[in-house]
């Protein structure tokens, strides 16, 4: 049974920094992902990173901002979001693929998913 952990959610005012981890139990070669999802509106891609750690990718509203990062010896994913905006208010959630050490920015493509963490930028 595969689990996500996500940890680091919070308030933050605007401009601030957070950095978020996803604990995940058993190794594996997939690639990883972060999505958010605001109230009223469906789950968006924020950030993926292969099985590596050679390849990321970010939607347009968090590049330059969030840093994508992994370290396989710990199981661990992370998002490194600085310059923080209101409309990054979310619930973040991890997620990871299941045979598959590619990217993706699709949700459909990810096998497990974490319980998510809340995130509030104030203005």
């Known amino acids: 049974q595969v689990q996500l952990v996500e940890s680091g959610g919070g308030l933050v005012q605007a401009g601030g920094s957070l950095r978020l981890s996803c604990a995940a139990s058993?190794?594996?070669?997939?690639?990883m992902g972060w999505f958010r999802q605001a109230p009223g509106k469906e789950r968006e891609f924020v950030a993926a990173?292969?099985?590596?750690?050679?390849?990321?990718y970010y939607s347009d509203s968090v590049k330059g901002r969030f840093t994508i990062s992994r370290d396989n010896a710990k199981n661990t994913m992370y998002l490194q979001m600085n310059n923080l905006k209101p409309e990054d208010t979310a619930v973040y959630y991890c997620?990871?693929?299941?045979?598959?050490?590619?990217?993706?920015?699709?949700?459909?493509?990810?096998?497990?998913w974490g319980q998510g963490t809340q995130v509030t930028v104030s203005s």
């Open positions: 058993g190794r594996s070669n997939d690639a």
């Open positions: 990173i292969s099985w590596s750690g050679s390849y990321t």
């Open positions: 997620a990871r693929r299941r045979g598959y050490s590619g990217i993706s920015d699709l949700p459909d493509e990810y096998e497990y």
